[in-house]
């Protein structure tokens, strides 16, 4: 069954540090990747994706994130971080064949510290 | 551009109680999704509409849930009758395609408490 597993559940940082959200995905055939970020109240919306191409992608509000398929991630990363990035993030996958429906993992809460 | 609107953004209704969700997408976007999300997970897919036509509704408990999407625009999610476990937020988006590399732009949800 396809699956994503995000590691950690809470990642609390103080502000202007660096963050890492990761996120591993079961797959044996070629993916689609996304990291959504969802704001307290709010709906979700779209950080980054990795459809092909170059295995780094940029995002929006500084956010980065790495394929790595011979691991099976694609972590999030941001050098350095705000109080205003305070919020839930997820990781999402879809799959080139079959169903092509997007899963989510459970969400890691970020929370940057002044 | 206006995001995708849902209505009512609270409901409290009491157990065995029927429920109505609305979601009106971005407009040109021909693929509609219905999502639940509970406390403390990811979204999970309940059913995707291209068009008038629901393609995926494999994860609809289809004995208490129903959906429609007349006019392939706005979308109406029933749940008749309420039980506790049904208490969550229900999200709703849309996308141009449902190829599976479409980004899914969410609306802000309805949050649902059934006591």
């Known amino acids: 069954a396809q699956s994503v597993t995000q590691l950690d559940s809470q990642v609390p940082v103080f502000e202007e540090a660096p963050v890492e959200l990761r996120c591993n995905y079961s797959s044996s055939v070629s993916v689609y990747l996304f990291w959504y970020v969802q704001y307290p109240n709010q709906g979700l919306q779209l950080l980054l994706k990795y459809l092909s191409g170059s295995t780094l992608v940029k995002g929006i509000n500084g956010f980065e994130a790495e394929f790595n398929k011979s691991q099976t991630s694609f972590h999030l990363r941001k050098p350095s971080v705000h109080i205003s990035d305070t919020a839930e993030y997820f990781c999402a996958v879809s799959y080139l064949q079959g169903a092509q429906k997007l899963v989510f993992g459970q969400g890691t809460r970020l929370t940057i510290n002044p | 551009e206006a995001g995708v609107v849902q209505s009512p953004r609270y409901k409290i209704i009491e157990k065995k109680q029927p429920v109505a969700f609305w979601c009106n997408p971005i407009?040109?976007?021909?693929?509609l999704y219905w999502y639940r999300q509970n406390l403390g997970q990811g979204p999970e897919l309940l059913i995707r509409y291209e068009n008038e036509e629901a393609v995926d509704d494999s994860q609809l408990p289809k004995d208490r849930f129903s959906a429609e999407r007349l006019k392939g625009v706005d979308s109406t999610l029933k749940i008749q009758p309420a039980e506790l476990g049904d208490s969550a937020v229900y999200l709703c988006?849309?996308?141009?395609?449902?190829?599976?590399?479409?980004?899914?732009?969410f609306g802000p949800g309805t949050r649902l408490t059934v006591t």
């Open positions: 988006a849309s996308s141009l395609g449902g190829d599976g590399s479409y980004e899914q732009y």
């Open positions: 407009s040109g976007h021909n693929t």
